[in-house]
C-alpha cells in the first residue's frame, strides 16, 4: 500500500544542513585520522594514554582532536531530534539553526585542535550553542502545537 508524505515548504534547506553534519563528522574523522598516525597512538587504542600525552605535543593534540570528534556525535541524536520536531511547523528555522550549530562545530573543533581544550569555544565553537538554542526552542514550539492540534 503507497503512502505519501507531505513536508512543508522548505525542507530542501533541513536535508542540505542535515547532509552538512555528515560533511563534518567526515572532516572530523579525517583530522582525528592524521592526529592518530602523528602522534603514533595505534588501534584500537581510543585516546593517548597520559603519559604518552605528557611526553608529546601530536599525542594531545591527538586527544584534543578525537574529543572534539566524540562532542559531536555524543550531540548528534538530540540536534537530529531538534531538527526533525523544528522542521515540522519551522523547516527554514531549523535548517537555519542547524547550519548554525554546524559552524560553530566546526569553530569548536578548530579551536580544540590547537592543543588547549580552552580554545574550544574561546575559537568562535560557543556559537552552537546559539543554534542548540534555537532548535530546542523550536521543538518545545512544535511539539506543543501538535499537542494543541490533537486535543
Avoid at 500500500?1 to 567526515?26: C, D, F, H, K, R
Avoid at 531538534?82 to 569548536?108: D, E, H, M, N, Q
Avoid at 581544550?117 to 521543538?139: H, M
Wanted: charged letters at 15%; a positive charge.
Amino acid at each position: 500500500m503507497p503512502a505519501t508524505i507531505t513536508v512543508p515548504e522548505g525542507w530542501a534547506w533541513v536535508g542540505a544542513a542535515l547532509l552538512s553534519t555528515q560533511i563534518l563528522l567526515m572532516g572530523q574523522t579525517t583530522i582525528v585520522g592524521r592526529r592518530r598516525r602523528a602522534a603514533g597512538v595505534n588501534y584500537p587504542q581510543l585516546y593517548a594514554e597520559r603519559a604518552q600525552e605528557e611526553a608529546s605535543k601530536e599525542a594531545k593534540i591527538f586527544n584534543c582532536a578525537q574529543r572534539a570528534h566524540q562532542n559531536t556525535l555524543e550531540n548528534m541524536p538530540v540536534m537530529y531530534t531538534s531538527t526533525f520536531l523544528t522542521a515540522v511547523y519551522y523547516p527554514t528555522v531549523a535548517a537555519a539553526a542547524l547550519g548554525v550549530w554546524v559552524l560553530g562545530r566546526i569553530f569548536y573543533t578548530r579551536g580544540y585542535i590547537t592543543g588547549d581544550p580552552a580554545n574550544r569555544n574561546a575559537k568562535g565553537g560557543f556559537i552552537s550553542y546559539f543554534g542548540q538554542l534555537a532548535l530546542l526552542v523550536g521543538s518545545i514550539t512544535s511539539v506543543y502545537k501538535m499537542i494543541q492540534a490533537s486535543l
